[in-house]
């Protein structure tokens, strides 16, 4: 915690103006660091830290969004206790994630902070959130090694590619029984993380695996070597974009093998950009079923005009960890740090709690299924 | 190795359907080259714009899969139009306000491409931003269909229903990939024809040959290249349809990739030469698969620039050599 | 053509002699009319600082450079960033500027369009994580300078088999170049893969003594003891010490060019760039040179892409995307290619504009594509022209008005 009392006792004005104005800036009026009851929340803010420019905008976007609506719904109800939302918009780049990270920090009235969205940058935003000792909470970033790194303020509401590849493997062994499976993935850390467990975990059932990149949009020559290897079924490691086309080029090839994805895939984008080809996918995600959270969906739907896309749920439960947080009157870092570290409570995606690395506890690992154009719940994935 | 030789017809096949894509956007980049000796950066723009047109048209009357083989010839050549009518005036938008003052001071030409890169930002945010436009105009709600998700994928609803027409060895050739490499190759000839015969097309190659001695001969090179820019354009909106044919989705920044894959395919063939636009297309869709083929798709696009870096050592003017001027009337 | 060919704008890579056709456009002189126009008369200016006596002037010059040490700590408002570090800022604009002032070797002292440049600045980058952490642990003071070995390395690999290819060839080798450099990082899991490296070490510190930041109510400016740099400690969050290492780098480099510039070296570069053939006829080894301005080129890169992996402390392909060579070469032109005070302009420019309008918010980047057509629109010669396109321009003034009817068609 940054003592923001400014000792500014010594003002000694620099050459510019002598004017006695002892005002300070910066949000130091809850210097009182308590509890100071609910109601006190002038000045109080979260942020959102991810992009919202740049390639990755449209996962930003979504994530932001999901912060938006808890925000707003909690300045709503909460008519005496406005809560300010804060975008921090780091087109996922690591290097404008430096400067945004020091200015969240430098910037009193900021007490938590949803994010940062992805692994990279929360690579160079981690350590200076947890030197500014202000919570955060990851609603996307799957990376297994962040929680390694002994940053006391990271918080990741979703569990990493290490709990969620192995589910994918468990399905596609126990559930599709599938003789041979061919492993695509699309480079990014997230994917080839994915993948790479994905690909241990299944072993000699793997028929040949290929990486495509990010932002290509032509899959023939991946589609024709999974036809080559006559695999039954294919998991991909990656986001919706990618997934959609690569789908639709494996459908227009004649290629019918079982398309297996994870939680980058579970967005309204994929069925968008695969059509038909769609239907069937298997959609691995660490969340539970939807139906239990209609009222998100209508609301989401409302206020953006368009279905709840990947991560939008994860990152709304983020947001009301510390929304609840604030109203119990935990309206600096430190208290609500505190707040966030023993926090028990239902989300809309899954019972929350943290262990002492900042993981999310008790995944449930669930399988969704598309059926007519809708991703909907199939079954829990029990891994042995 | 086997694994190339036993799937090469389908390597191959989808190699050329992706490389006449290549080749009719690398006709933009030709074109204007061999007129004003300029990389028009935004030509990715272009195409971008396009797409989108086609899209629209198809959101626009709804058409789905299953609405009968006249009707989705109908649509598509609706769409057809759309992209490069909208295409070509994109093109001439971008002669106008990234180009002309600079010429007509004679610039220097990295100046030129930075106003170009500029107009290619601006252009690939305006479509990233519709929404927002739109709600700044308070058309969002009229506007919905056509701005929802501005940052994502947008789909195009492909009234023709992709289906095989024959074999060859254990690939089928589906109607989509016949037309889009029929309709390359049309275009190309139909362009190439366009230049050796039009007034236009004359027009073209003095300025591309010698500006200065055919404005002297009364060429309007004002005009002559702001047809340029239209002609490139076109023939982007039309590569835009078939991208969409067989891709299926467009957005914002997908101009930027394909514009760098089109324009690697233009310098390919020989940069100013527009047969060599569409050879250089060819060779490099080709080599992307089989590239994939042999090493990983992950290595693909390293393939393709590797192979433009040994043809540029053995053949310094690319493939076909750089020849809009020189091509015989 | 029969006039004497106008004398090619410094900017212009080797291939523009032969864009430049003058019939057909208006015979008014470009940049020196539109620099009259839009700008203000920086000759008069420039007259009266060399006017000053040599100690006033060297005062000026040591306040000016005490001024940009001291930045990060003055925070002054409307040049300070509302909504991001200042400390970090500066850092990046520092790293741009660096790269901008090796960019110009390669494109304004040589006339090679590089598209590729982030290459070497990755080369640099990965040198350090790579042997800093991922794979070895060496020390910093090692890591520098074999980071700035490989990159000139690259260089010369890069250089010798493309440099045959020319002019507007070489920008899209140089930019395949690029792309192959992050393709390799990205997919080989030795270079740290999608994933990235971690831990890159930090500049050794020293911790001495403590400087505090201004703090600023409306124009009244206080001194806020509980905001403090530690002078000089490289850590996380503080980013003001390595804004000082990167301009101490700056002003190393911008000696250095000066002297490249003024030797037998700087003037053989020039030759080449107005005219290769002329340049080879009168013996100057066109290639030779060019291989070592792309050399010199890769050096520059190279030592900044160190910088910014040490700063950093992770690096990961995404931040050596082909669009950061784009915006390099945005930098260079638009601050005027030749002229290090104009590429340094230029790098302040693009580096920090979007930065600082992050107000506009998803609206920034559209307003920094519009930015860059007025640029180069109202600006052709860049914002600071070299002295070289000056001189060019006023022989061509003279030359027109020669003619003056002839010209136009």
Redesign the interface.
Known sequence: MRFTVKTSAGLLAAALALTACGGTKGGDNDTASGNGGSGSCENVAIGYFGALTGPAANLGINIRNGVKLAVDKHNKDNADCKVDLKEYDSAGDPNQATGLATQAIGDDSVIGVVGPAFSGESETAGPIFAEGGLPTITASATNPTLADNGWDTFHRILGNDASQGPAAASYIQDVLKSKKVFVVDDASAYGKGLADIVNKTLGDTVGGTDTIQTGQTDFSATVTKIRDSGADAVFFGGYYAEAGLLVEQMRGAGVDATFVVADGVKDPGFIEAAGDAAEGTIITCPCLPPEESQDFFKAFQAAFDSAPATYSAEAYDAANVFLQGIDKGNTDRESLLKWVNSYEGDGITKKIKFDDKGEVENISVWAYKVENGKIVADQEIKTN | MTFLLNNFVELTVTGLVLGAVYGLVALGYTLVYGVLQLINFAHSEVWMFGSFAAVWVTVAIGAGPDSGIAVAIGVLLLALLAAMVVSGAVALLIERVAYRRLIRLDAPKLVTLISAIGASFALAEIMGLRDRLAEALGLRDELNSYVRSARDNTRFLNPLETHGVFNIGRYTVSNVDIIIIVSALVMMVALDQFIRRTHTGRGIRAVAQDSEAAALMGVNRNRIIRATFLVGGVMAGAAALLYLMRFGVTRWNAGFLLGVKAFTAAVLGGIGNVRGALLGGFVLGLAENYGSALVGSEWRDVVAFLLLVVILLFRPSGLLGESLGRARA | ?TEPKPP??????S??T?????????P?A??GT?SRRFGWDRGALARRVTALPTPVKWLLIALFVVFLYALPLLEIPIIS?P???F???LF?VASYVLVALGLNIV?GYAGL?DLGYVGFYAVGAYTVAVLGSFQAHLSWWMLIPLAVLFSTISGLLLGA??L???G??L???T???G??IR??A??TEWLG????I?QVPRPPSVEWFEIPH??????????????TTKFLFF?????APYYWLALTVIFLVLGADRMLRRSRVGRSWEATREDEDAAELMGVPTFRFKLLAFACGAFIGGLSGAL?AS??????P??FQ?LLS?LF??AV??GG?GNIYGVTLGAIVVGYLP?RF?GF??????V??????????FR???LLPPRRAKRAIAADEQLEALEEGTAR?
Request: glycine share 10%; net charge negative.
């Open positions: 053509m090619a704008n410094a900017a212009a890579s291939g523009a032969k864009a430049s056709p003058s019939a057909g456009t208006k008014v470009s940049g539109s960033t909504d991001t570090d400390g970090a800022v990046t494109l369009l088999p493309t045959r290819v020319r507007d060839y920008a899209i080798v930019l395949g170049f792309e192959i393709l390799t990205l997919n893969a999608a994933k990235g971690t201004l703090q600023w109510d409306g124009f009244t400016a206080f001194i806020d003891l509980g905001d850590g996380v969050a503080d980013q910014f700063r950093q402390g992770f690096i990961n995404e931040s082909l784009i070469v945005a032109v638009v290619a930065e992050r918010e998803e609206w920034r980047l559209l920094f594509g519009v930015a860059l057509i007025l640029l180069a629109n052709p010669q860049g068609v």
